[in-house]
């Protein structure tokens, strides 16, 4: 009976003997194996960094956005329906009715055919009805009578996925019913001399920036001053995208050569002189705009031609207010007759009357404090497989894209006189307009916060599929303020990829690991049948190549555990200076010296892995082994002789 030390030492002596075969066999296998084990240090790594960094922003909250726009009447498909023509065609009638009896209540010119053509034409060549003019306010009306009503509930759709949240603001700023809110670039809004407006909604040409009420409990990880800040001065608080925040101090982009340390310099002093970010926004109804429309065509018009001899001004003049104000447009002179003032009034009685009398002038000036700063969203990174985009699209916790965020709390301390009830008051459903259709979409936005994580995935898996047929009208859905419910989705799909990997590799492995000990059994036949003859049991041989199996197995572990460490600690070295500013900027509102790692240990899928190396061995040992035992020792010596 031969030992287990004997076995060992036996077996160690073969692996010495052909080192060459021993040296591929571990190499080839060994950096299969170190491939699969270099992507789990390094994926563990990030993982473990994740969860340090998981309790900022909104990373360990389940957010969802949930949008649900009506199902709209599709005018253009029904331009030639003869049932919607004669709706149409009825609308029409009405509005002229409407419209004459008004006209003759106040003595006012009108004439249908004149002043309210009909959208419904005649093809020449058909003879058929059909509807020209989609826009057209008969036409509006029509399809908003054939429009079901909405039986969408939020509370509804969400229940089934337990407790939940639904937050009570997630309102924009950009589509008021009355009126628009236009940033004053340089802090004005148009110049009173020439009357010509800057570019105010494509602030550092990269688009418009966007106000956005939001519940005051999302927009808190992202204030850094809130007790520096003084609602009684009337400033309307905000927080605003790092980059922002960086060009609204007026600071230089700092140069490519910049290092490390310049780049989180520039990021802590940006969050420590955050509150001296302001920005001032004019608000106008649809009446003031007219007005400020009607002040600059004057102006234009008197500077083209007031040295001509028949020059002649208009008899209501208007002035425009000064530029950085947002102020109202005076009257200079008003020289109308009696005649002319009263036909005025008469024609504003006639619009009230049908409703279509836009109000009086409404202007409001709006200065926006920063209050904190965001991480910017992806985007502003660039490439996805740039470092930082990646981190950031990982990691990243943001406020919206291109957004600036108003707090709801921090917005009701402002003085009511402040917050003008026709831009912050209210809740209305946000709309939109195809020209070209002439239908119109009318969404509602909301921001839901579940319980945990599983159950924000599973009620965005089960809710992904987009129906624009149901009642309910359209919903879409998509993750708030981070990434964090796709991490975990993430996480499972490479755990696929790496099962799958694994199991190819091993058979991959069983292979060469089988070809190289099939070899050493067959050239150690004389050898095994001596120890046959001396008395060795067929167990006794099949333990010395299985010993030998599992010393060449544990050195392809041994080297792809080192190989696999290498790896990860070259992309540690290589981007992990990047990823730790890269996620500092992320989370610019936190002050953090954290850093971010491309390699950990503390991974369950490592002893897996070795562990499947040293199965694969011992399974590619199986047949040689068997094989081995089951010859004959006295042919084996004849044959060698």
Not at 571 to 600: M, S
């Amino acid at each position: 009976m031969i030992r287990f030390l004997d076995a060992i030492v036996l077996a160690h002596t073969k692996l010495r003997t052909h080192r060459i075969r021993t040296g591929i066999a571990v190499g080839i296998a060994g950096i299969l194996f170190s491939l699969i084990l270099g992507v789990i240090f390094v994926s563990q790594g990030v993982w473990d960094s994740i969860a340090r960094f998981s309790e900022e922003g909104l990373n360990d909250r389940a957010v969802v956005g949930v949008m649900q726009v009506d199902r709209p009447v599709r005018v253009y498909d029904l331009s030639e329906n003869e049932q919607f023509i004669a709706e149409v065609k009825q609308a029409h009638a009405v509005q002229i009715a409407k419209k004459q009896a008004a006209a003759k209540k106040y003595n006012i010119p009108y004439s249908a055919e004149r002043d309210d053509p009909s959208p419904v034409l005649v093809d020449d060549d058909t003879k058929k009805e059909y509807i020209e003019n989609l826009g057209h306010s008969a036409v509006l009306a029509a399809a908003e009578a054939r429009k079901k009503p909405s039986t969408f509930s939020i509370y509804d759709y969400v229940k089934s996925y337990g407790p939940t949240k639904v937050h009570e603001h997630n309102k924009s700023l950009a589509n008021l019913p009355s009126g628009a809110l236009n940033q004053m670039k340089d802090g004005k809004e148009f110049s009173s001399e020439t009357g010509e407006s800057p570019d105010n909604m494509n602030y550092n040409n990269s688009g418009p920036r966007t106000l956005t009420v939001t519940s005051q409990s999302l927009v808190d990880p992202f204030i850094n001053n809130k007790n520096a800040y003084d609602p009684t001065k009337g400033d309307i608080p905000m927080v605003v995208p790092f980059s922002d925040a960086e060009k609204l101090l007026d600071m230089e982009p700092l140069g490519k050569d910049a290092t490390l340390s310049d780049k989180y310099n520039r990021l802590k002093e940006v969050r420590q002189r955050v509150d001296e970010v302001t920005v001032s926004f004019c608000y106008r109804n649809k009446a003031s705009q007219q007005l400020v429309a009607e002040a600059k065509s004057q102006v234009s018009y008197e500077k083209k031609n007031k040295n001509k001899e028949n020059y002649v001004k208009p008899s209501l003049h208007y002035a425009l207010p000064a530029g950085d104000s947002c102020g109202a447009v005076t009257v200079v002179s008003d020289t109308r007759t009696a005649r002319e003032k009263d036909f005025d009034a008469r024609q504003t009685a006639f619009e009230k009357e049908l409703g279509i009398y836009i109000g009086e002038p409404e202007q409001h000036k709006l200065t926006l404090r920063a209050v904190g700063i965001s991480g910017d969203s992806p985007s502003i990174y660039g490439g996805a497989f740039d470092v930082g985009g990646m981190i950031n699209g990982l990691l990243g916790s943001w406020l919206g894209y291109d957004a600036w965020i108003i707090p709801s709390e921090l917005l009701r301390q402002v003085p009511e006189t402040q917050r003008p009830e026709s831009i912050f008051g209210g809740t209305w459903a946000e709309s939109s307009i195809n020209a070209t259709t002439g239908q119109g979409n009318a969404f509602n936005s909301y921001l839901v916060e579940f319980e945990d994580k599983e159950k924000a995935r599973a009620f965005m898996r089960d809710n992904s599929d987009i129906d624009t047929s149901s009642p309910q009208g359209t919903v879409f859905i998509q993750p708030f303020g981070s990434n964090t419910l796709l991490v975990e989705d993430m996480k499972g799909y490479l755990q696929s990829i790496l099962m799958w990997a694994l199991l190819i590799v091993g058979a991959v492995a069983v292979i060469i690991l089988g070809s190289i000990i099939g070899r050493t059994v067959s050239e150690g036949r004389r050898e095994s049948a001596i120890f046959r003859a001396i008395g060795a049991r067929r167990a006794d041989v099949g333990l010395i190549y299985g010993t030998y199996a599992f010393l060449l197995s544990l050195r392809v572990a041994i080297f792809a555990a080192t190989i696999g460490v290498v790896m990860a600690l070259v992309v540690e070295i290589w981007i992990g200076k990047e990823a730790t500013l890269a996620t500092r900027y992320a989370y610019a509102a936190a002050e953090t010296d954290a850093t971010f790692h491309f390699f950990g240990i503390f991974s369950p899928y490592i002893p897996l892995v070795l562990a499947a190396i040293m199965v694969f061995g011992m399974i590619a040992s199986i047949i040689p082994v068997i094989l081995s035992a089951r010859r004959n020792p006295i042919k084996d010596m004849r044959d060698d002789t």
